[in-house]
């Protein structure tokens, strides 16, 4: 193998190390667009932890035998709403996110050390046989500095996400509150759109639609991205990326 062809396979391995199975993925997608992931339990993720808070100590429910009305209940019927492992539950995110800020520093700072050592129990006399020049004991080391510093940065972020997605409730909190998780995917053409949103809800701030805001949810975690042609040329290549980490300048 002659050096040129050589140089570019270490090349190509070296991008597909950076990439990881990342770049195999979008390669096996070349001409066709991005598969959908199919529909599966999301407690059955690797990645999947079971999320544990601090719980409130258990109350024995109070037994009433002649009473029409049950402890916990909400109606004489049953409650549609999701209340259990598996029920389904849709949530609402509707944020508007304004953000303004605006920093100006600058910094000066000047400085100067001189040092000498004109007697030092007679050793000075030394000096001038450790040196092929002559030696000033009281000008040995003299030195200075400045330095200066300016910047200006400015921050101005306006995003409005707005959305429906249901849910599925993964498990029920001792307390009785409960955790969903809800994924979504939408592919237009060749860009693949994801939604995801996962949290902490309480069962009575359940609407009677079965629906539930985001800002009723604890530990909410809210994801709206995508991958596609579109999203590969909107995101700089990994060796800038690498760059921008690395280059202290």
């Known amino acids: 193998m002659t050096a040129p ?3 570019l396979a270490l090349a190509l391995a070296l991008a597909l190390a950076l990439g990881g199975c990342g770049n195999l993925e979008r390669l096996s997608e070349i001409g066709r667009p991005p598969a ?43 409650d549609q709403r999701a209340a259990q492992v598996g029920d389904i539950v849709t949530v609402l995110v509707n944020t508007t996110d304004t953000a303004n800020l605006s920093n100006v520093t600058a910094e000066t700072r000047n400085g100067q050390e001189t040092l000498g050592i ?10 001038p046989k450790l040196f092929t020049r002559a030696v000033n004991p009281s000008q040995l080391v003299s030195a200075s500095s400045a330095g200066k510093a300016g910047g200006n940065g400015s ?52 609407a009677s639609d079965n629906t539930v805001s985001h800002d009723r949810m604890a530990e909410a975690r809210i994801s709206y991205g995508g991958r596609g042609q579109l999203t590969d040329v909107q995101t700089p290549r990994y060796g800038q990326q690498a760059m921008d980490i690395l280059l202290p300048f």
């Open 5 to 7: 062809r050589a140089t």
């Open 36 to 78: 959908m992931t199919p529909s599966s339990d999301p407690t059955a993720d690797p990645q999947y932890r079971p999320l544990q808070l601090p719980m409130p100590r258990a109350e024995p429910t109070p037994s009433e035998p002649a009473s029409l009305w049950r402890t916990g209940s909400r109606a004489f019927f049953k």
């Open 118 to 127: 004109p007697n030092l129990f007679g050793l000075e006399a030394q000096l």
């Open 155 to 206: 921050i101005q972020r306006n995003e409005t996400v707005t959305l429906r997605l249901a849910g599925v409730v993964t498990q029920v909190l001792p307390n009785g509150n409960l955790v969903i998780f809800a994924r979504q995917e939408m592919r237009v053409n060749s860009e693949l759109r994801e939604l995801q949103v996962s949290g902490v809800i309480r069962p009575q701030d359940i």
